[in-house]
Each structure stands twice: as structure tokens, then as C-alpha cells.
DNA sequence: GTCAGGATTGTAACCGATTACAACAACTGC
DNA sequence: GCAGTTGTTGTAATCGGTTACAATCCTGAC
């Protein structure tokens, strides 16, 4: 079954079906019409990889994330996959697994798979791996750490001012001793995040407490250590905002093991918003930062740089504005009480 | 950059190049040495579309998964994604998202995309997409729903076995009113647990309550539904046992909203052990499934499905048998006490 | 020295599409 | 009635590999 038996059927050269298929105008309605029923009629559908040939076009995009297996990410995946078999295109996701050789093998199976553009969603991505992108002609779009002037669109979270409603919802709460769980200083977005809150502080007139900015690592064991040192103090804060959900889980989770309970004895707020935050004991309030939305964007770059009538378009920044959920772990600072 | 490039360089012709690349033994070491320092010379891969369209194989495998932010797959992607990419295979992953019209489309992209074979992880499939890939000649394995006589090999989960070593844990703590939470009636491997679970009570000789086997449908908001039902009984039982982890994390939810302690008032067990299950506060004694087994498995019985020296294989069907998890959700029953 | 036969290498057809270019038909205006 | 357009379709080269088959080179036996 191929696109000669689909001419032969309707009477037309494979040029013509094959015009058909793609939609090119150059074709008379009536013999699009017959060539569109023996296509029907047989059942068939196009060889991709004589297309992919043929054309030097793909209709596949890479998504390359450092790990499935961080919550983060199944969202935004399942996101971008859709938007893209909705336009006809496949998706290969690779993983990083935060390690500069794993993220150079996935770059090679891009470039192997001849992808139409790659979406990059972690910040392992050294200069040199970005220049064979480059030197391909792959349109690239990036999760914070793009450079539109160099040609690479990026999704620029406002972290600023996602921390910054974190901040705001602590402290209309009563609260001032506020701890803060930072992610790994080695990832981008963690460091933006620790920035951003001691930047809302520091605007609040609210003194910078050192003990009380804590390092973790993104995940819940590093919460909860994290928790462990900051139940240490002498002066204990009665809020905490961690860098993202896993690590607030972990902190309540440390809170819950020492007998304290969260909102009532401390305050926590999470950033993300995965999708098991709404249901936790008590569920947590968080700074939603849509993967739909990151999907939505990072699709469209791609999608729209890799248009031929028009020409290689200049690549674009997005924005995406944080939204703070409150749910029950956050609540009004209590009267001070002694066990 | 192609074939070609690299014949006249290590002035051999293409013939010889591609038997190098692709391992073939008519190649004389000397030739084939030759060969390799000139595609390393030229930093040279091979066009995988024009690969493919020659061969008729286009090294990638086809998962088909329900839904990747069911937290049971992302290990299991990630898993089959590590094998298939060691061994020089790429992965499309589909998302059936439970709808029939869904499916279809993934069958259809992986049909268009040519996969050289195809892990259904789901049980969504129906026979005439089924039949879709037999005709297509395209290597199949199912969790648990495959039929090797008809040529799908399959991987088939002990759950009585493990259902049973809950059941006996939980029995061997003292626990005689025993609730089970199971998942949606229209899921296979639902049906099989809750078959899995009457049949150990019975083995027992433990009276089964009907009132006690609820429905929920391995969700958070189902397991914590079908634990308000519990709670509402005359005869609460003492230990529950869930279809899944997020069933079990529902009902622990609901039973810390009603003020209970898990494990001291109940205790809960789940199954399938997802990732963040050993993270809760209890951690959750749980029933693992391996998600890595069942990825080795699938893409095992893929590959040598696969092998062309060998001619076609028989289906094979592969066992995996779930280990229980003992960890801090589960205690021995308390002395009755009246509140 | 010759020759059978295995090992190695080359030639060229083929996979199934896309697309530049040529060819042709129909229509326009003069 | 004819040249010039415009619109539609066909021809055939092309993409970059794989592989059947042919050709050549060696080797050792006789």
C-alpha cells in the first residue's frame, strides 16, 4: 500500500496524491475530491519516514526534560504530546537525568531523529550541545534559560512575582519569622526562586534571618532534612516557603513526625502546584506554575518557527505569571504558646 | 554529510560502510577499521529516515500507556526509554487517556510511524486494533491482558500472590474486619486484585463482609469517597486494604480528617508502591509492582521478537510476582476502645 | 601452476515519498 | 485566430540509506 496504488486508483499521478495529502492549492477540487476517496477507499495513510526523506521534514519534536519521574513533568508532557498529535506531529521525550552525558546522548537522538525543533525543559544544556542545535537549523525553545537574541525562544516564568504572592499571602497572615527551603544552587530556577524571595523580603522591610534560608534539593528527603535543621533553631520561624512542592512535603512531613501540626503550629507553602498537592493532609498551598501553559508555548514556537511560507520567523520570549493557590496549610499566625 | 562522504573517504563504497555501521561480519577488520576512523573523522551518523525506509525497521518501539500522570508510569516509561535508547532503539509514547477514540489514535500513530513493535501497558485495546498491528506484522506485549497462543506475548502480575501476602500481613497483625477499596469494575487488572483479594480472605476462612469490599476507581478522591463509606458503618473494620496507592492515600486522607491515626486506629495498605508512597507521613505499607521488571520484560520480549537471524519467535509470556513493602502504615490490631 | 571455494568488496536496484520543472489545457485580450 | 497567462497535472530526479547479486581476491589442495 503506497502512494502509487492510491494514483493508479484515482486516475492521477503520486504527485498529485501526494499534493493532495499536503494540502497544496495547486490542486482542482474535483481531482482532490477523487483522490481523497481512493485514499479512503484503501485505507491508506503516508510512509513518515519516506516523507521524512523525502521532504527533510520530521513532523516529530523533541521534548528533552531532565526526568519523568520528577511530578513536574508528566503534566507538561502529556500537554505538549496532545497539542502536537493534534497538528500532526510525534513527540520524543528524553531525559536528561541531570547528568551532562545523558543530556549530550539525547541530543544526539535528536539530531539522529532529524527532529523539526526541540523544546528544552531543564537547565543542563551546555553552549556547545546548544550549537549543534544551532549549526542543524532546529528551532529551540527553552524553559527559563533561553536567549532570544540568539535566535532561541524562551517561556520566562515570573518567579518574581510567584514568590513575591507567596510572600505577601505569609505575611497578611500575621507571620515574620519565615524560613525559606531553597532547591539545588547548581539548577537556574532554584536560584532565581532564592533570589526572588529574599528580594520580596528584603522590599517588606522584613529582616534576612540566615538560618532561616535553608538549601534542599527539589526533592521531599531534602525538605525534610531541611526541616529537621530549621526545628533546631533556638528561634524556630512559624511559616515556610519552600522552592517547590516535593520540598514542602517533605517539611510537613518532618513537622507531622515531631508531633507539630501544619497549618496550626507552622505555616507552608509549596511552588508548582503538582497534581498530588490538592490532595494531601492537609492540602498544600502552593504557587501554581502551569505546565499546560509551558506545553502551550513551548508547542507554538516550535510550530510557528518551523513554518516555511513564511520564512524563518525571529525567535519569541512567553511569559507565564505563577498563581498562588491557598488551600489548608497556611493559616493565621497563632498567640505565641509554650509546650 | 552522508554515506557517501564517508565511502570516499575511507575509499570503500557505501555498501561497505553500511555493513561496518550495522555490524555485519563480511567486513574485514582492516576495511572496517578504516572505516570507523572516517566517520569519526567526519563526526558522521546515519539519516534514520532513509534508515528506516531502506530497511523496513525503524528502531523504534511503540509504549502505549493509559495516562502518564497515573503515577504508576513514569518510572515504567522511564524505564523502557533507558533500555530502548542502550540499545539503539527510540520510544513514541501514547497516551490512551481511558477513551476508546484516543486509543484508536495512538494505534494510528504508530502504525504511521512504522514501530518495529509495540508495549500496550493499558487494557483499553480492542481486538481490531489488535488486529491492526497483527496485520502490520508489528511485535506486540501486553501487561497482562496478552495471549501468547494467538502470538502477543505477555506479562502476567501475580496478584494473587501479592494480594495474598497483604492479606497475611495484615491477618498476622490480628486484623479480622478487613475492608478492601478496589478499583474501577471496567479495569482488568482491577478486577483481577479484587478476585485476587475475596479468594485470600476466603482461603482464611474470614467471613467477607460485603459491606466492607468497596468500589473506588484508583484514584486519590475514589479511595477517600469509599473510606467515608467505611467510616459511616456500624462495624468499622480495622485494616483496609487498597486497590492501589493512590486509593490508599485517599482513604488515609479521609481518616486523618476524621481525626483517626493510621496506623494506631487503622491500618492501610496499598498496592503498585509509586514513588512518593514511601514518603508519606505513614509511610505506606504497600505491594510492589515493578515497574522496572515490567519495562525490562516488555522491551525483552520486543527485541528478540525482532531478531531477523533468528526468524520469527513465539510469543513468550513473561511472570512477575509483587514483593510486599512493610513500612509504618500498618500496626498490630489495638485493644478495643471506646471513644 | 591451476582451480575450487570462501571471504571480501562493489554495483546498482530499491524503499516511498517530495518537488523542480516541463507539459498541457483553458481562458484572456486584442 | 493567436500569443500570453493562469491553472492543473505529469515526469523524473532526489533524499540517504540497505541489500541482492555480481565480481574480485585469496587461500590451500592437488
Do not use: W
Not at 197 to 208: H, M, N, Q, V, Y
Not at 213 to 228: K, P, Q, T, W
Request: aromatic letters at 4%.
Amino acid at each position: 500500500m503506497n502512494i502509487q496504488a492510491v494514483a493508479d486508483r484515482a486516475r492521477v499521478s503520486t504527485a498529485t496524491v501526494s499534493r493532495t495529502i499536503n494540502g497544496s492549492n495547486k490542486v482542482a477540487p474535483k481531482t482532490a475530491e477523487r483522490v481523497r476517496r481512493a485514499i479512503e477507499a484503501l485505507g491508506y495513510y503516508p510512509n513518515t519516514n519516506a516523507r521524512a526523506l523525502g521532504s527533510g521534514r520530521s513532523r516529530i519534536y523533541g521534548l528533552i526534560i531532565s526526568d519523568i519521574t520528577n511530578p513536574f513533568f508528566p503534566e507538561l508532557v502529556k500537554s505538549f504530546e496532545d497539542m502536537a498529535v493534534r497538528n500532526g506531529y510525534e513527540v520524543i521525550v528524553a531525559n536528561t537525568g541531570y547528568s551532562p552525558e545523558r543530556t549530550e546522548i539525547c541530543v544526539q537522538r535528536m539530531l539522529e531523529r532529524k527532529v523539526d525543533g526541540v523544546a528544552v525543559m531543564t537547565s543542563e544544556m551546555g553552549a556547545h550541545l546548544i550549537d549543534r542545535f544551532h549549526r542543524g537549523q532546529i528551532p529551540m525553545v527553552f524553559l527559563d534559560t533561553g536567549d532570544p537574541a540568539n535566535g532561541i525562544s524562551n517561556i520566562l516564568v515570573d518567579y518574581t512575582a510567584g514568590v513575591d504572592d507567596a510572600v505577601e499571602h505569609i505575611v497578611s497572615l500575621g507571620h515574620r519569622h519565615i524560613a525559606f527551603i531553597g532547591g539545588p544552587m547548581d539548577l537556574a530556577s532554584a536560584r532565581t526562586r532564592r533570589q526572588a524571595l529574599l528580594a520580596s523580603l528584603k522590599r517588606r522591610g522584613l529582616t534576612i534571618n540566615k538560618a532561616l534560608i535553608e538549601v534542599g534539593n527539589h526533592r521531599i528527603d531534602g525538605g525534610r532534612a531541611a526541616m529537621e535543621r530549621l526545628l533546631d533553631l533556638d528561634e524556630r520561624p512559624t511559616a515556610v516557603i519552600a522552592s517547590n512542592d516535593l520540598t514542602a512535603i517533605g517539611a510537613i512531613g518532618t513537622l507531622h513526625r515531631h508531633g507539630l501540626r501544619v497549618p496550626e503550629d507552622m505555616s507552608v507553602v509549596g511552588f508548582d502546584d503538582i497534581e498530588i498537592s490538592a490532595f494531601l493532609h492537609p492540602a498544600l498551598t502552593t504557587v501554581r506554575l502551569s505546565r499546560a501553559a509551558i506545553a502551550d508555548h513551548a508547542f507554538q514556537a516550535l510550530h510557528r518557527a518551523g513554518r516555511r511560507e513564511t520564512g524563518p520567523q525571529p525567535a519569541i520570549e512567553y511569559r507565564i505569571r505563577p498563581e498562588l493557590i491557598v488551600r489548608n496549610s497556611t493559616a493565621p499566625l497563632a498567640v505565641k504558646r509554650r509546650p
